[in-house]
Nanobody, 124 residues
Framework: QVQLEESGGGLIQPGGSQRLSCAAS??????MGWFRQAPGKEREFVAA????????YYADSVKGRFTISRDNEKNTVYLQMNTLKPEDTAVYYC???????????????????WGQGTQVTVSS
């Protein structure tokens, strides 16, 4: 049974940093990604990583501030978030794709499994 378990959300002050983790169990995936959804808005792409090559891709809104990485041995993907802004406030979801979904890694429809989400609130 495939499970994606996220952790690391919380309340962070503007300009601060936080790291999200997503532990995958059940199998190894071709790619994993992070999406976020703010109240009243659609779920949007944040970052993705190709599991075997390590290639990474980012939304323009987080490029230069967020870093996605993976630990092959732990089957875990991370999202390091720096210089956080209030507009980064959202529920962050981890997602996993069984097949090669490039170049449409930014579409929610390309992912087969989703975590339950973790709340990130950026506020003073």
């Amino acid at each position: 049974q495939v499970q994606l378990e996220e952790s690391g959300g919380g309340l962070i002050q503007p300009g601060g940093s936080q790291r999200l983790s997503c532990a995958a169990s059940g199998r190894t995936f071709n790619a994993m990604g992070w999406f976020r959804q703010a109240p009243g808005k659609e779920r949007e792409f944040v970052a993705a990583i190709r599991w075997f090559s390590g290639g990474t891709y980012y939304a323009d809104s987080v490029k230069g501030r967020f870093t996605i990485s993976r630990d092959n041995e732990k089957n875990t993907v991370y999202l390091q978030m720096n210089t956080l802004k209030p507009e980064d406030t959202a529920v962050y979801y981890c997602a996993a794709a069984q097949r090669d979904i490039w170049p449409v890694y930014f579409r929610t429809s390309g992912y087969d499994y989703w975590g339950q989400g973790t709340q990130v609130t950026v506020s003073s």
